[in-house]
């Protein structure tokens, strides 16, 4: 533990060598766009910018039924466009709310210099009313339920920021139930927790409704203490909450302690979070919160060694705690004693830090000196065959391939810079790094992807000169209809351009990406799709209740005229379901369901380009149960399943529908 009189000492100094605090932060532009549900720009539309809360504070507003305060609040003009000023550097989120619309976020973590986001389109509200029942099946008012995020951990490392579903949360009135505000192709966890029941959680599915029954648990208590004064006494008013899902069971008395029911008699994981964001994790009866430690450290140029003022500084997993550094660099982070923290920073026009491995062990070590490398910057204009501007257009770029047959996988750090053009069609992508060369790809709707080489970035520099130019692209449209030829209306058209080709019984991918566009069949089942390139395409169509149908070879030829795809009939499809269990027979939650058409092995895949994980057909909930709708009725299905874990899996279907549940056992790795 640090003594007070070296804390002071360490503290005076670094305040003396600075001249002062922490350096004063300039508000930071964030331009967007609000799109309705038919792509129109949609005015009046709320946009939030939010701070990122800590758990305790989030768990306080879901309890007491409190909605947190923003820092801004901006309406978005008649064009659908928005301008917030965020305060300062720091990690925020802005939220997009409008009448009869599912609320949509977007994570800006960190944010440290202005930035352009991709436009959102607001989806309908169609909601989900959630109605608790315990002992007897009689209501439970003040059940908290919530919506919890549906992606898979092992992904977010690839992740590149979006828009999503806002968060959800809500307790149930006398009569049992809530609504929680959600779109329709939202598939959240549902966790619900009450007053003397176990806690429920469960993949909420399709519809506007989901019955609860809650079931009573095994009666548990914790007690939650802390060292004052050399002595171990009782921590009140302490968050303690499911260490999974995060979902509150309440917070400690004036003893520190408190009671709460569980599922079942094992070993559960808890976190215990105090105000002053002291946290420790335990299974135990008794958990002890740590002592606060505190670092410091300084943020320095690693060209010119001078420090960085006004850079941000955090600990991984604590965003809402970052600081600013001072006019020297100089910065103060705090955690509990024993914790084994990873420091991040950055600052603008400087590329992000790694993570900087700093235990805060009580015996008052200096904290790191991080170096940030400068970054380039990138600005240029996309404009149409005629030169103008084209606005709205996405831009990206991506490292040159210095071979065709080699590629560069990079894992963690920060993603790819990617920008959005203005009403002229001018970009800005910033904090780039200067060791590579990079392709620079613009997209926009009715425009073929076009793409220009950038090389020899200095760092600290930025290059002005970048033009990216964009031809139209063919358009195709056809019909989508049942199997009594009668039109299908919002049928999902997809047409993408094949990113490889076929040699025997596997797929050689080039490193390309495909070009690709979609969009939704009318009340006559027409679709029209644009901006495609010419080439072979392949064409995929889904719909609910109906088989998903796919066909390739398909020509696209560039001509003044739009190309007639002609009809698609669909087929009925049907249900397979089953369970996922372990070598006890226990179910396996969360194992991942991919389908495979065909009754042989699955097409083998050699890349030269990065690989991506395409989303599952379904995911098992609690329970290892799995559902998969829309199957073809002719043909044999195979099911791949894999979990962290555990080795690869898989099945057979001999027949869709399936007439008794699929058995899937997995073995541990």
């Known amino acids: 533990m640090i003594r007070p009189a070296r804390l002071l000492g360490l503290l005076a100094l670094i305040l003396d060598f600075s001249g002062g605090g922490p350096a004063a932060s300039a508000e930071i532009e964030i331009r967007g766009k609000v799109l309705g549900t038919d792509g129109l720009p949609y005015p009046e539309a709320t946009v939030s910018l939010l701070p990122m809360e800590p758990m305790f504070r989030k768990a306080e507003a879901w309890m007491n039924g409190t909605v947190q305060e923003p820092a801004r609040v901006v309406k978005t003009g008649r064009t659908g466009e928005f301008l917030l000023a965020a305060p300062g550097a720091g990690h925020w989120t802005v939220q997009v709310d409008a009448p009869g619309a599912a609320a949509r976020a977007y994570a800006l973590s960190p944010l440290v210099e202005p930035v352009v986001l991709a436009a959102v389109r607001l989806e309908p509200d169609t909601g989900l009313t959630v109605q608790v029942a315990g002992k007897g099946g ?11 995020d549906a992606s898979d951990p092992r992904m977010k490392l690839f992740s590149q920021p979006a828009w999503g579903p806002a968060a959800s949360a809500a307790r149930t009135g006398e009569d049992g139930s809530v609504r929680l505000s959600r779109a329709e192709g939202d598939r959240r966890e549902l966790v619900v927790s009450a007053d003397g029941y176990a806690l429920y959680r469960r993949r909420a599915g399709a519809g506007t409704g989901h019955a609860v029954s809650l079931k009573p648990g095994v009666p548990r208590k914790v007690q939650v203490v802390e060292q004052v004064s050399g002595k171990r006494v009782p921590a009140p008013s302490v968050l303690v909450m499911d260490n999974e899902t995060g979902q509150p069971l309440g917070f400690t008395g004036s003893d520190g302690k408190l009671s709460f029911q569980s599922a079942g008699k094992g070993r559960i994981q808890l976190s215990a979070v105090s105000r002053d964001g002291r946290r420790v994790t335990s299974s135990a009866g008794l958990m002890e919160l740590p002592q606060l ?7 320095i140029d690693s060209s010119s060694r001078g420090g960085i003022a006004g850079g941000l500084v955090w600990l991984e997993g604590k965003p809402w705690e970052a600081v600013l550094t001072d006019r020297a660099g100089g910065f103060v982070l705090q955690a509990g004693q024993g914790v084994q923290g990873r420091v991040v920073a950055d600052a603008t026009g400087f590329l992000q830090s790694g993570e900087t491995r700093f235990r805060f062990a009580g015996d008052g070590r200096p904290g790191p000196i991080i170096a940030l490398e400068p970054a380039a910057a990138i600005e240029g204009t996309v404009t149409d065959g005629a030169g103008r501007g084209v606005p709205a257009a996405a831009v990206g770029i991506a490292v040159r391939r210095s071979h065709p047959g080699m590629v560069r996988i990079e894992i963690g750090g920060a993603p790819s810079p990617e920008a959005v053009t203005d009403e002229q069609g001018r970009f800005r992508i910033s904090k780039v790094d200067t060791s590579s060369n990079y392709d620079v790809t613009a997209s926009a709707d009715g425009y073929v992807r076009g793409k220009v080489a950038v090389i020899d970035l200095v760092p600290g520099r930025t290059r002005t000169d970048v033009k990216v130019r964009l031809d139209a692209g063919v358009q195709a449209g056809g019909t ?26 596997m797929m050689i991918l080039d490193g390309s990406e495909p070009e690709a566009a979609e969009g939704f069949s009318g009340e006559d089942g027409r679709f029209l799709l644009t901006g495609l390139p010419p080439g072979n395409v392949e064409i995929k169509i889904r719909h609910k209740g109906f088989a998903a149908l796919s066909r390739d070879g398909i020509e696209l030829v560039a001509g003044p005229d739009d190309v007639d795809l002609g009809e698609f009939a669909l087929s009925p499809g049907g249900l397979v379901q089953g369970m996922v269990v372990d070598t006890d027979n226990l ?20 890349s030269s380009g990065p690989v991506s994980d395409t989303e599952p057909d379904a995911v098992t909930g609690p329970d290892g149960w799995f559902t998969l709708e829309d199957q073809p009725l002719t043909g044999k299905l195979n099911l791949n ?3 962290t874990g555990f080795l690869r899996g898989g099945a057979a279907v001999p027949e869709v529908p399936t007439l008794e549940p699929l058995t899937i056992t997995l073995e541990p790795s």
């Open 138 to 148: 009689k209501p439970v008012p003040g059940a908290l339920a919530r919506l919890l």
């Open 587 to 606: 179910p396996v939650e969360g194992a991942r369901i991919h389908v495979a058409s065909g009754g042989g092995m699955g097409m083998m895949t050699f």
């Open 641 to 643: 399943v894999d979990r």
């Open 480 to 505: 989508v209809l049942d199997p009594d030829g009668e039109p299908v209306a919002g049928a999902l058209v997809s047409l993408s351009r094949s990113q490889g080709r076929r040699m025997g019984g």
């Open 293 to 299: 430690d505190t670092m410091v450290g300084r943020l």
